[in-house]
Nanobody, 120 residues
Framework: QVQLVESGGGLVQAGGSLRLSCTASGSIFSINVMGWYRQAPGKQRELVGR???????NYADSVKGRFTISRDNSKNTVYLQMNSLKPEDTAVYYC??????????????WGQGTQVTVSS
């Protein structure tokens, strides 16, 4: 099993910044993908950005140039630096870890979520 613990959410004015952190513990494989998703009220959960263990990244178009995802493999931690925040970034942000066993079985894990609220 894998546990994901997020921190860093909060209330910020438009144009401000926040940094989210997520630390994984438990049975973590050396090759995995960690990412951030978000879900606003009444909307589906969507990808914000993700990063592989080799540090390749991809982002949603809506956050490109404003958000940066990074990771520290020695700490099993992924970060999301959010700059130039907009009210439409308001959502619950969830950390996610995806990994596969040697037999090819895929596993996905979610954190409990952290609220980010951007006021106009």
């Amino acid at each position: 099993q894998v546990q994901l613990v997020e921190s860093g959410g909060g209330l910020v004015q438009a144009g401000g910044s926040l940094r989210l952190s997520c630390t994984a513990s438990g049975s973590i494989f050396s090759i995995n993908v960690m990412g951030w998703y978000r879900q606003a009220p009444g909307k589906q959960r969507e990808l914000v950005g993700r990063i592989g263990s080799g540090e390749s990244t991809n982002y949603a178009d809506s956050v490109k140039g404003r958000f940066t995802i990074s990771r520290d493999n020695s700490k099993n931690t992924v970060y999301l630096q959010m700059n130039s925040l907009k009210p439409e970034d308001t959502a619950v942000y969830y950390c996610n870890l995806q990994q596969s066993s040697r037999l090819g079985t895929s596993y996905g894990y979610w954190g409990q979520g952290t609220q980010v609220t951007v006021s106009s």
